[in-house]
């Protein structure tokens, strides 16, 4: 299905819960993950919220955060969600390149982001390489560390 989007961030309240909510739901509550576990508090007020949007209805959210470390700005993007309605219509890789281009535009080097396991694939395509350590979350969902030249 093709899909007429708009990437943004949110621009009212229901927005905002919506994306917190479509990640919450996407993320979170399959591993057992209490809702409001997708926020992460220390950081969550220095962060970029962003949504992808069909006509009013919120279908795809991301969060990224830049914040100054050694040697320049690192910018990390965390919890891409995309609606499974709207899965396969290019909504994901739009939000992936919003956020590149927001980070190339603040002047940082690189966006890092952990991966869950099943999706490095789409990530390795797209120029991403694996840096760092794994983690696992939730108990058994694994992430890889990675990153991606912007410049």
Do not use: C
Not at 29 to 41: F, Y
Not at 99 to 116: F, K, N, Q, T, Y
């Amino acid at each position: 299905m093709a899909a007429d989007f708009e990437i943004t961030v949110p621009t009212t309240e229901q927005d905002l819960q919506a994306a917190y909510r479509l990640r919450w739901e996407r993320l979170r509550k399959p591993h057992g993950q209490p809702e409001g576990s997708e926020r992460e508090p220390r950081i969550e007020d220095l962060s970029t919220q962003v949504v992808a949007k069909v006509g009013d209805r919120v279908v795809g959210a991301a969060v990224w955060i830049g914040l100054p470390g050694p040697g320049g700005l690192r910018v990390r993007m965390r919890q891409i969600a995309i609606d499974p309605e709207f899965e396969g219509t290019g909504i994901g890789r739009a939000i992936i390149e919003h956020i590149e281009a927001e980070a190339r535009a603040l002047g940082a080097s690189e966006l890092h982001a952990s991966v869950r396991e099943e999706r490095v694939s789409y990530f390795l395509e797209r120029g991403w390489v694996a840096v760092g350590e794994d983690v696992t979350r939730f108990g058994n969902v694994r992430h890889v560390s990675m990153a991606v030249q912007l410049i």
